[in-house]
């Protein structure tokens, strides 16, 4: 099993940017997807970047063209660029991972974007 601690999130203005980190307790050499998602208040969780050890990406449509998920096997670290923030991103952001048709179960705490004036 790999644990993984996301962090990076905060209070930002409209317009602005921030970029999440989420740190694996071991190699993620042998992951075949790195996923970031999210939930906002009364809305389910939703998938929004993922990326393959291959680096095949898939965004969804609200973020598409602002955000960026990459990962550092080096480092054990994946990573979630996101600009040209909108108040609608707000959420608590989730990493997780999958070696199958399925995300792992193993939810961590996430952590928390807020885009607000």
């Known amino acids: 099993q790999v644990h993984l601690v996301e962090s990076g999130g905060g209070l930002v203005q409209p317009g602005g940017s921030l970029r999440l980190s989420c740190a694996a307790s071991r190699s993620i050499l042998s992951i075949d997807v790195m996923g970031w998602h999210r939930q906002a208040p009364g809305k389910q969780r939703e998938l929004v970047a993922s990326l393959t050890y291959g680096q095949y990406t898939y965004y969804a449509d609200s973020v598409k063209g602002r955000f960026t998920i990459s990962r550092d096997n080096a480092k054990n670290t994946v990573f979630l660029e996101m600009n040209s923030l909108k108040p609608e991103d707000t959420a608590v952001y989730y990493c997780?991972?999958?070696?199958?048709?399925?995300?792992?179960?193993?939810w961590g705490q996430g952590t928390q974007v807020t885009v607000s004036s």
């Open positions: 997780n991972y999958k070696t199958g048709p399925l995300w792992s179960g193993d």
